[in-house]
């Protein structure tokens, strides 16, 4: 049976989460401090600690659902055998982050969250490998499908990067590249023209 959260715990890590969000867009996460949060959520500084260790264990808590969000799209964004021609799930991954560039930017920047960076590999990671079990590639726990799948959330954390940063309009046809910039250089993914999907001979 799961545990009743009390509302008022609900309203106070709302308000906390709202305004740890609203100072990401203002500045880096980096240099968002406890008090600053407190003080925006209008909530004494020592209940912040009661109900997170620190501003990095907030601000991932903050963004979890954004998070959720777009392990969504990844799941259906083919990632392990490529199509050729850019799939709509990866269209909209990209237009998804573009919702909220500035969160995004500030969370994967150079002063941003290793704790966001490192969920969001953990998440995508976790969609390639269920890709990879789906195309017969191994077993979850197989080397060969963790190494895979750990490729694949580089790169793709990297290209979701370099997009936000890109001074470059973001175009529809800009997508496309980037879809064919995401190869299998380095192993992560085969593309699509005949060869099947399996473990590197």
């Not at 959260?5 to 406890?34: C, K, M, S």
């Not at 392990?71 to 709509?88: N, Q, S, Y």
């Not at 290793?114 to 079990?133: D, G, K, P, S, Y």
Request: hydrophobic fraction near 45%.
């Amino acid at each position: 049976m799961t545990k009743r959260v009390d509302p008022r715990v609900q309203r106070t890590r709302a308000l906390l989460r709202a305004a740890v969000l609203e100072l990401a867009t203002e500045r880096e996460p980096d240099a968002i401090t406890i008090a600053e949060v407190a003080e925006r959520a209008t909530i004494n500084r020592a209940t912040v600690y009661q109900h997170y260790r620190d501003r990095d264990a907030l601000l991932l808590d903050a963004m979890e659902n954004e998070l959720a969000g777009l392990a969504g799209l990844v799941a259906r964004c083919p990632l392990v055998v490529l199509p050729k021609d850019m799939p709509p799930a990866f269209l909209d991954i990209l237009r998804h982050v573009e919702a909220n560039t500035v969160l995004y930017r500030r969370m994967l920047g150079p002063c941003g969250s290793a704790r966001f960076i490192n969920r969001l590999h953990q998440l995508v990671a976790e969609q390639v490998t269920l890709q990879l079990v789906t195309a017969g590639v191994g077993a979850p726990d197989a080397p060969t499908v963790e190494l895979r799948a750990h490729c694949a959330a580089g790169a793709f954390i990297g290209l979701v990067t370099h997009w936000l940063d890109d001074s470059h309009p973001h175009t529809e046809a800009a997508a496309a590249e980037a879809w064919q910039a995401f190869g299998p250089t380095g192993g992560a993914a085969t593309r699509q023209s005949g060869e099947e999907t399996g473990a590197t001979p």
